[in-house]
């Protein structure tokens, strides 16, 4: 079946620091959605990318999605301790309307 | 304001005593969907409602059901939780179609003892 791949499981890093994490899918995506879910809360939709080479930005954070549409990757610039929780890719096949999300990247920021 | 919401945010049930989680939701929204997520794990996928249509995914436990009696609410029935069925049950809802985002509520945490 499809699986959707994101490194890294955890990332620890120091408040200014840049972060990064990757999703990679074994099959093409029509598209991908990328969710923040902070510590004890619940998973909340950031982001969609659709077509192939897309980059969006919101305010400190960069998404990509690939150009064969098979990876993706959130990029937040100057990390500050608000950004603090795990952040999920969501991968969706063609036709599907069911996500298969990614194991979710930690991030902890220290002050 | 509140668009998804979800009773009770903390159960505790004795092993093997059925319990029941129920969501409900203010956005009309055609699809609605329970997950298990236990402790640094993605959200587990258990089954989705589209309108009244029930789909099951596949490895999902018979000791789970679930009833979608109107667009507005959704119940997840465990028939004899298990020590491993401890763990954070999200409902979530979405329009119907690949392009619209889900929309969480806060989750059931489910303590066994």
């Known amino acids: 079946g499809q699986q959707v791949m994101q490194i890294p499981q955890y990332q620890h890093v120091q408040e200014g620091e840049d972060f990064t994490t990757y999703c990679n899918s074994s099959t093409t995506l029509s598209n991908i959605q990328w969710y923040k879910q902070r510590p004890g809360g619940h998973p909340v939709f950031l982001i969609q990318?659709?077509?192939?080479?897309e980059v969006k930005k919101q305010k400190r954070l960069t998404f990509q999605f690939g150009e064969a549409k098979k990876n993706s990757s959130l990029h937040i610039t100057a990390t500050q301790t608000t950004d603090v929780g795990t952040y999920f890719c969501?991968?969706?096949?063609?036709?599907?309307?069911?996500?298969?999300f990614g194991r979710g990247t930690s991030l902890i920021v220290h002050p | 304001d509140a668009m998804v919401i979800q009773n009770p945010r903390y159960q505790v049930t004795q092993f093997g005593k059925p319990v029941t989680l129920s969501c409900s939701q203010t956005l009309n929204h055609n699809v609605m969907y329970w997950y298990q997520q236990k402790s640094s794990q993605a959200p587990k996928l258990l089954f989705h409602y589209y309108d009244k249509d029930f789909n099951n995914e596949a490895d999902t436990p018979d000791n789970f059901q679930s009833r979608r009696p109107n667009t507005s609410f959704c119940f997840l029935d465990i028939r004899s939780p298990g020590l491993g069925d401890a763990a954070m049950y999200l409902c979530a809802t979405s329009r119907e179609g690949a392009l619209y985002e889900q929309y969480f509520g806060p989750g059931t945490r489910l303590t066994v003892t």
């Open positions: 990318l659709v077509k192939s080479g």
């Open positions: 969501a991968g969706f096949l063609g036709g599907s309307y069911i996500p298969t």
